[in-house]
């Protein structure tokens, strides 16, 4: 259904002077506010949709505001689903303003964020998982999130909430066959395939609750603290890596008393490189803060870079691995990297760690090979090509809520209890579903999630 609201408009294109600027009409009479401010109102009246057309700005009082190109899009085929008009003007801020400010003297409205994409949503040209898909087209910086935003918006998500609903339903649907013949001696299902099924659901369900540790990395980056003792070489490892001095390096221990974030992509993904404070015990109080800055950093970072020099292989930087590695968690890959392996007889090292890299972060001896380990990394944390991958906290925290109430259908089903309660708890997981969707949802949700999204989108 076409929703006919006010019509709005704004500056699609990003902020600041550039040579082409975009701006977006959409709204019932976005054709009519159009033909009010340019030159050739006739020919643009007879344009026909998803064609362009070559004509000046007019301001009120006779003057060429800008040479422009305008195309239209009818409804329901645009964007919006509504009436749509794009100007493409030169990219001047003024002239963006003025082409604003004559819109909106024309009765148009000045668009809130995501305002467009709402009303397409609204309007029924995509759902609410597809929506909030364009923020994240519009936010990818890397190859590997490009994919994933593409992936959704085009409905790979939807698609897979449907198959999951209609299972669903078709369990309602034997129960309440159930309860309705319950005393005539017809079976429309056994109690054991119906919690196959159930438990069916589950497994997807909670596969693509695991699927969220691989598309969260990828689509906020990977953290990964670079840990060691003080010296170690923590930030020429990270100049090493971006191939940049963005690190202050020095002979100096604890030069380092704060973390520094940097971003490296590699093979398409993207991880946040964090270098940390060198741990030590000490008793300069903004050292000691830099400590603990660096513990609260690994805690967050799915891949460690324990730095040990190799100058430097005794006792104590055994006990040192030992004891950080107990605050690590399960999940985090740790890569011992022995350092200053250019001054250092190799041969003569003694040490007995797993996932060990032997470097140089000053000559750069293996650093591509440590790139490998990180990126074979995150690429292990994926299923396979073909699996749907989740983003969103959002997404995530409803299908915990559906896998939640599919496992008590489950637990009712195990125990024989009515099928009157085992259908409320199948309603319910399919109701956290379409809440992903959009398919039930409330203003408040929509609210906080079309605010996220930049103004003309």
């Known amino acids: 259904m076409i929703i006919e609201k006010e019509n709005i408009c704004a500056i699609s294109s990003p902020a600041g002077v550039g040579a082409i600027s975009i701006i977006r009409i959409s709204g019932g009479n976005s054709f009519e506010i159009t033909s009010k401010i340019v030159s050739s109102q006739d020919k643009f009246i007879q344009l026909e949709a ?56 024309n009765g148009a409205s000045a668009a809130n964020a995501g305002e467009f ?29 490009h994919k994933l935003a593409m992936n959704q918006m085009k409905g790979k998500i939807s698609d897979e909430i449907s198959l999951l609903s209609n299972k669903m339903l078709e369990l309602i649907s034997l129960l309440e066959l159930e309860l309705d013949f319950g005393e005539e001696d017809v079976e429309f299902a056994d109690r054991s395939d119906l919690l196959k099924l159930s438990n069916e659901l589950n497994t997807k369900i909670l596969k693509l609750i695991d699927s969220f540790i691989y598309g969260n990395a990828i689509k906020e980056g990977v953290p990964v603290s ?16 971006l191939e940049d001095d963005r690190a202050i390096v020095s002979s100096t221990p604890g030069t380092t008393r704060d973390t520094i974030e940097e971003i490296l992509i590699i093979d398409g993904i993207k991880f946040r490189l964090i270098d940390t404070a060198g741990i030590r015990s000490s008793d300069d109080e903004i050292e000691q803060m830099g400590v603990e800055r660096t513990m609260q950093k690994i805690e967050h970072s799915n891949i460690v870079v324990l730095l040990i020099d190799a100058t430097d292989l005794i006792e104590s930087n055994l006990e040192f691995i030992e004891e950080l590695t107990k605050s690590i968690d399960d999940d985090s890959l740790v890569i ?11 041969n003569e090292l003694d040490y007995n760690f797993q996932n060990t890299i032997l470097i140089s972060a000053k000559t750069k001896i293996n650093i591509d090979k440590l790139c490998n380990i990180m990126s074979a990394h995150v690429k292990s944390l ?36 009515s099928g009157d309660f085992v259908a409320q708890d199948l ?31």
């Open 50 to 105: 998803k064609k362009m057309l070559f004509t000046s700005l007019v301001k009120p009082n006779g003057d060429i505001l800008d040479e422009v190109i305008v195309a239209k899009f009818i409804s329901p085929n645009s964007y919006t689903g509504e009436d749509m008009v794009e100007i493409y003007c030169h990219g001047s801020e003024y002239i963006q303003r003025e082409i604003i400010h004559l819109l909106i003297s």
């Open 117 to 145: 994409t709402q009303r397409a949503f609204m309007n029924g040209k995509m759902d609410l998982s597809q929506s909030e898909a364009v923020a994240d087209l519009i936010s990818s910086s890397t190859r590997e999130s």
């Open 226 to 241: 670079i840990v060691g003792k003080p010296n170690a070489g923590k930030s020429t490892l990270l100049n090493a890596l």
């Open 336 to 346: 011992v990297a022995i350092n200053k392996t250019d001054i250092t007889d190799i």
């Open 382 to 417: 994926k299923q396979s090509e073909s699996d749907t991958i989740i983003t969103n906290t959002r997404h995530v925290e409803l299908f915990y809520k559906s896998s939640e109430a599919l496992q008590r259908a489950n637990d009712a089903l195990k125990n024989d209890i």
């Open 427 to 457: 309603r319910e997981a399919m109701y956290f579903l379409g809440e992903i969707t959009g398919h039930i949802s409330n203003e408040e949700v929509l609210g906080s999630i079309f605010a996220k999204f930049c103004i003309g989108k």
